[in-house]
């Protein structure tokens, strides 16, 4: 093939290879243009086949690429047990499902395991439908073949349905024996311990950017990959599968006796005692039933597998924001199209209207209109200029602009949201309990209940009565569907967190979906909650003679060493005027700063360092700087040669559409608590703005914990939404931590729940989103409990004393293989749920 002869995979080039854009041969080891993409390299015969292709890979593949479901180390999981975890695709230990890559990619594959359910579904029917007419023929439209014709239709049925239930049906099979714990797992399947189980704490516990995959590689983290092998080579060589009978247990039971008793009643009818036998004294065979049962299993099999497949829409649509390749722009400012992978931090970046952010940065030059509704959920696009920051996956408007890269790969936020979605969709919501418990006992009650039924027709049924005790035992394996059962929960937080990042809100597992609904109690942070983050100096006062520029440039001189948002508000305040320089500097804790500047003892900080340098606030001074805190700006006393010398007021605004989020929240029946380290006035002057219920002003990052748990201990449900490093405790104290998007990375890892937007009318969103999951989860949960309670009495013929009614074991095929399909389709109505 052509794609062969024009890449090698890590090993010595062949002897010639093809471009794959122009077609032409090509020497490997004399071109100097080639490139990666999918861990291939590719030669070509000019740059510019290089830059084409390398703007499009796809394209210039064509037929030549068929892209794979997943990368080669992939590490794929059960959508039923995420513990369950191997590299490479394969079948569930425990459910028998078939497992699905932890984290899809962005590549548009060519759906190769639907298609080829599809084909084998589509073949089966071809094969069941003469086996259909041949059995029910006499009895639907009287059509009897006279001797030997009906042997010899006799004979196209019994092969008909062996090669549909021998060989449609293998899968199913193969499933049902490894389920009873006698297969040996593949040694490229086992992970510590000899199973391929595992609990996936450690992986919980890692850290956002140790789990988070880049979207263009959608691959598991290099540690990661790196250990499986290890992990895999190390097991022991006779490691067995876990005992644990699932859906296809009993469907291999099912059609495995249906099957097996009508061959041998076919060859050696003379082996059956009457209780087999009809009224005419033949032995009847349910070839029909079997490859029916097969058929429509493989259907609903099909449907389930297609419907699932939707579930992972949202996350490959975060994947797919990400742009192939950047624009690079070199030093001498030539642009060049490079590998979205290549890109480094530090790099200068061009992005044309219209075309996606690459990664993470800020502009240099240029203005534009930024559309970042993917990520926030905003329809409203963002104006951009030199200094803003920029997403990678947003959408550039109308400008040009020129970035720089600042974050690449897994540090993206785009990789985080990935990430955490992911993880979020794997993991197990505290309702699952309840499937679990009744799904440990599922499969042995209903292969009793057969067993029951078969015993009560076999008793008490009409001739012929073992006939009857036969189809009743197959009608009660086949009708039953733990598969249903499973699904319930996962299926729902799958698609809402697909969801909740859609609209700007990420979970960090299911735990903290179900838990947003329960929430009674918010404490929120002030500064860069309610308010921007972003101080700014409102008011200087001189009190002691000095002018305003002076001491200005004093205070900044002070500021300038530190980061905290006022101390950066009062060097912005001072913009480019040149400051003294500062000696023996000094920062104290919780009070403020101090130094010599020209020879002379500056402090600039609260009322506790003034009292500490002893220099002295009389009340009128007392009394103006509570007449700037009730106007809720916090106030700095700077002090020279032991004088009070000014005040400073410095504030911070409040976020645009706080006040209407505080008005929304309080009607969802929330109560609002803000915590801030701020003055008592400054902070009730922000809580009177914006109605408040209650505040704790000038508490520690300790506090602020110490009130969230008073506040559980008062049997709140308190969620905690904040954005700094001293929020964290409290973030970890809450019922459910909510972090805003804006904030740090500390903030975030302390949470359950990460509002990238950074408003808080995210939580109204989060809230209502939980609601709806919770509710959903319950519907799936009733319509899997009543399906399985209702089915399997009717299947054992409970109407039959009643009505002379029995169900067929391939109307019992039809029900369970749409019970797992409603369910799906059930969660799938979250995509569209109004919020």
Same mark, same amino acid.
């Given at each position: 093939?052509?794609?062969? /002869?024009?890449?090698?995979?890590?090993?010595?080039?062949?002897?010639?290879?093809?471009?794959?854009?122009?077609?032409?041969?090509?020497?490997?080891?004399?071109?100097?243009?080639?490139?990666?993409?999918?861990? *291939?390299?590719?030669?070509?015969?000019?740059?510019?086949?290089?830059?084409?292709?390398?703007?499009?890979?796809?394209?210039?593949?064509?037929?030549?690429?068929? @892209?794979?479901?997943?990368?080669?180390? @992939?590490?794929?999981?059960?959508?039923?047990?995420?513990?369950?975890?191997?590299?490479?695709?394969?079948?569930?230990?425990?459910?028998?499902?078939?497992?699905?890559?932890?984290?899809?990619?962005?590549?548009?594959?060519?759906?190769?395991?639907?298609?080829?359910?599809?084909?084998?579904?589509?073949?089966?029917?071809?094969?069941?439908?003469?086996?259909?007419?041949?059995?029910?023929?006499?009895?639907?439209?009287?059509?009897?073949?006279?001797?030997?014709?009906?042997?010899?239709?006799?004979?196209?049925?019994?092969?008909?349905?062996?090669?549909? $239930?021998?060989?449609?049906?293998?899968?199913?099979?193969?499933?049902?024996?490894?389920?009873?714990?006698?297969?040996? $797992? &593949?040694?490229?399947?086992?992970?510590?311990?000899?199973?391929a189980v595992e609990q996936g704490r450690a992986s919980e516990r890692m850290s956002i950017r140790d789990r988070a995959m880049t979207p263009h590689h959608g691959e598991a983290a290099p540690a990661r990959r790196a250990a499986e092998p290890r992990e895999a080579s190390a097991a022991p060589a006779r490691a067995h599968r876990p005992w644990s009978p699932n859906m296809y247990t009993l469907i291999a039971l099912g059609t495995g006796v249906a099957w097996g008793y009508s061959a041998v009643a076919f060859l050696a009818p003379g082996l059956f005692p009457a209780s087999f036998r009809g009224v005419h004294g033949q032995v009847a065979v349910y070839f029909e039933s079997a490859a029916v049962i097969v058929t429509l299993v493989m259907l609903g099999d099909f449907l389930e597998l297609r419907a699932r497949r939707r579930t992972g829409e949202a996350l490959k649509a975060l994947l797919g924001l990400a742009p192939k390749t950047a624009h690079r722009v070199d030093a001498d400012g030539r642009e060049a199209d490079v590998p979205l992978d290549a890109v480094q931090p530090g790099d200068a970046l061009r992005v044309r209207p219209g075309e996606k952010v690459p990664v993470d940065g800020k502009v240099l030059e240029g203005e534009s209109h930024?559309?970042?509704?993917?990520?926030?959920?905003?329809?409203?696009?963002?104006?951009?200029?030199?200094?803003?920051?920029?997403?990678?996956?947003?959408?550039?408007?109308?400008?040009?602009?020129?970035?720089?890269?600042?974050?690449?790969?897994?540090?993206?936020?785009?990789?985080?949201?990935?990430?955490?979605? @992911?993880? /979020? #969709?794997?993991?197990?919501?505290?309702? #699952?309990?309840?499937?679990? #418990?009744?799904?440990?006992?599922?499969?042995?009650?209903?292969?009793?209940?057969?067993?029951?039924?078969? %015993?009560?027709?076999?008793?008490?049924?009409?001739?012929?009565?073992?006939? *009857?005790?036969?189809?009743?035992?197959?009608?009660?394996?086949?009708?039953?569907?733990?598969?249903?059962?499973?699904?319930?929960?996962?299926?729902?937080?799958?698609?809402?967190?697909?969801?909740?990042?859609?609209?700007?809100?990420?979970?960090?597992?299911?735990?903290?979906?179900?838990?947003?609904?329960?929430?009674?109690?918010?404490?929120?942070?002030?500064?860069?909650?309610?308010?921007?983050? !972003? &101080?700014?100096?409102?008011?200087?006062?001189?009190?002691?003679?000095?002018?305003?520029?002076?001491?200005?440039?004093?205070?900044?001189?002070?500021?300038?060493?530190?980061?905290?948002?006022?101390?950066?508000?009062?060097?912005?305040?001072?913009?480019?005027?040149?400051?003294?320089?500062?000696?023996?500097? !000094?920062?104290?804790?919780?009070?403020?700063?101090?130094?010599?500047?020209?020879?002379?003892?500056?402090?600039?900080?609260?009322?506790?360092?003034?009292?500490?340098?002893?220099?002295?606030?009389?009340?009128?001074?007392?009394?103006?700087?509570?007449?700037?805190?009730?106007?809720?700006?916090?106030?700095?006393?700077?002090?020279?040669?032991?004088?009070?010398?000014?005040?400073?007021?410095?504030?911070?605004?409040?976020?645009?559409?706080?006040?209407?989020?505080?008005?929304?929240?309080?009607?969802?029946?929330?109560?609002?608590?803000?915590?801030?380290?701020?003055?008592?006035?400054?902070?009730?002057?922000?809580?009177?703005?914006?109605?408040?219920?209650?505040?704790?002003?000038?508490?520690?990052?300790?506090?602020?914990?110490?009130?969230?748990?008073?506040?559980?201990?008062?049997?709140?449900?308190?969620?905690?939404?904040?954005?700094?490093?001293?929020?964290?405790?409290?973030?970890?104290?809450?019922?459910?931590?909510?972090?805003?998007?804006?904030?740090?990375?500390?903030?975030?890892?302390?949470?359950?729940?990460?509002?990238?937007?950074?408003?808080?009318?995210?939580?109204?969103?989060?809230?209502?989103?939980?609601? %709806?999951?919770?509710?959903?989860?319950?519907?799936?949960?009733?319509?899997?409990?009543?399906?399985?309670?209702?089915?399997?009495?009717?299947?054992?013929?409970?109407?039959?004393?009643?009505?002379?009614?029995?169900?067929?074991?391939?109307?019992?095929?039809?029900?369970?293989?749409?019970?797992?399909?409603?369910? $799906?389709?059930? %969660?799938?109505?979250?995509?569209?749920?109004?919020?």
């Amino acid at each position: 093939m052509e794609y062969a /002869a024009s890449c090698c995979h890590g090993g010595t080039p062949s002897a010639t290879a093809i471009d794959p854009v122009c077609g032409m041969t090509v020497d490997p080891h004399t071109t100097k243009h080639r490139a990666e993409h999918e861990g *291939h390299t590719y030669y070509f015969c000019s740059a510019r086949c290089r830059e084409k292709f390398v703007a499009d890979p796809a394209a210039c593949l064509g037929e030549r690429k068929s @892209a794979p479901p997943a990368p080669a180390g @992939a590490i794929y999981t059960c959508p039923m047990h995420p513990e369950v975890q191997q590299v490479g695709p394969g079948d569930c230990p425990k459910c028998g499902m078939a497992l699905e890559p932890m984290m899809p990619t962005a590549d548009e594959d060519d759906g190769g395991e639907l298609k080829a359910m599809a084909r084998r579904f589509w073949t089966l029917v071809v094969l069941t439908v003469p086996v259909l007419l041949v059995a029910m023929g006499p009895h639907l439209f009287g059509w009897h073949l006279p001797s030997p014709w009906d042997r010899v239709a006799g004979w196209i049925e019994a092969l008909l349905s062996s090669v549909v $239930v021998l060989w449609g049906g293998a899968p199913f099979f193969r499933r049902g024996w490894n389920s009873l714990g006698l297969a040996p $797992v &593949p040694r490229a399947a086992r992970a510590g311990g000899g199973l391929a189980v595992e609990q996936g704490r450690a992986s919980e516990r890692m850290s956002i950017r140790d789990r988070a995959m880049t979207p263009h590689h959608g691959e598991a983290a290099p540690a990661r990959r790196a250990a499986e092998p290890r992990e895999a080579s190390a097991a022991p060589a006779r490691a067995h599968r876990p005992w644990s009978p699932n859906m296809y247990t009993l469907i291999a039971l099912g059609t495995g006796v249906a099957w097996g008793y009508s061959a041998v009643a076919f060859l050696a009818p003379g082996l059956f005692p009457a209780s087999f036998r009809g009224v005419h004294g033949q032995v009847a065979v349910y070839f029909e039933s079997a490859a029916v049962i097969v058929t429509l299993v493989m259907l609903g099999d099909f449907l389930e597998l297609r419907a699932r497949r939707r579930t992972g829409e949202a996350l490959k649509a975060l994947l797919g924001l990400a742009p192939k390749t950047a624009h690079r722009v070199d030093a001498d400012g030539r642009e060049a199209d490079v590998p979205l992978d290549a890109v480094q931090p530090g790099d200068a970046l061009r992005v044309r209207p219209g075309e996606k952010v690459p990664v993470d940065g800020k502009v240099l030059e240029g203005e534009s209109h930024v559309d970042e509704s993917m990520l926030t959920g905003e329809p409203m696009p963002v104006a951009k200029a030199a200094g803003a920051p920029l997403t990678g996956g947003t959408v550039n408007q109308d400008g040009s602009v020129l970035m720089r890269a600042e974050k690449v790969g897994s540090e993206t936020v785009l990789s985080q949201i990935v990430a955490l979605v @992911a993880a /979020a #969709q794997r993991s197990r919501a505290p309702l #699952q309990r309840v499937a679990d #418990q009744v799904a440990a006992w599922f499969v042995p009650a209903v292969v009793g209940s057969a067993v029951l039924a078969f %015993a009560l027709w076999a008793w008490l049924g009409p001739d012929p009565k073992l006939a *009857h005790a036969l189809i009743a035992a197959v009608s009660v394996l086949i009708i039953a569907c733990p598969c249903a059962l499973g699904l319930a929960t996962p299926i729902s937080i799958m698609v809402a967190s697909g969801r909740g990042a859609h609209l700007g809100v990420l979970f960090k597992d299911a735990g903290s979906i179900e838990a947003m609904r329960d929430i009674d109690t918010l404490v929120v942070d002030k500064t860069g909650t309610l308010t921007e983050g !972003r &101080p700014t100096l409102r008011e200087l006062l001189p009190l002691g003679g000095r002018s305003h520029g002076t001491l200005l440039r004093f205070a900044a001189a002070l500021e300038a060493p530190s980061e905290h948002p006022l101390a950066r508000a009062i060097v912005q305040a001072a913009g480019a005027r040149a400051l003294p320089s500062v000696e023996d500097f !000094r920062s104290v804790t919780g009070q403020g700063v101090q130094g010599l500047i020209d020879g002379q003892a500056v402090a600039l900080g609260n009322a506790a360092m003034m009292r500490a340098l002893s220099v002295e606030l009389d009340a009128d001074t007392a009394a103006r700087a509570d007449a700037l805190r009730g106007d809720g700006a916090t106030v700095m006393y700077l002090a020279m040669d032991g004088a009070l010398a000014a005040l400073l007021a410095v504030a911070d605004r409040l976020k645009d559409g706080a006040a209407d989020a505080i008005r929304r929240l309080h009607a969802d029946g929330l109560r609002l608590v803000m915590l801030t380290g701020d003055h008592a006035l400054s902070a009730q002057a922000v809580a009177r703005e914006l109605g408040i219920d209650e505040v704790h002003a000038e508490v520690s990052p300790a506090d602020k914990a110490d009130v969230v748990q008073s506040l559980k201990k008062d049997g709140r449900r308190v969620a905690m939404a904040g954005d700094g490093i001293n929020d964290a405790p409290a973030l970890a104290a809450a019922d459910v931590g909510i972090a805003m998007g804006t904030g740090t990375d500390v903030a975030m890892e302390s949470a359950q729940v990460t509002l990238v937007k950074g408003d808080l009318a995210g939580i109204v969103r989060a809230r209502a989103l939980s609601r %709806a999951t919770v509710r959903n989860i319950h519907q799936n949960l009733f319509f899997a409990f009543i399906y399985n309670a209702v089915g399997v009495p009717l299947a054992a013929g409970a109407l039959y004393p009643w009505l002379g009614w029995m169900l067929s074991p391939m109307i019992a095929a039809l029900a369970m293989s749409f019970s797992s399909v409603s369910v $799906v389709s059930n %969660a799938l109505r979250l995509r569209r749920v109004a919020l």
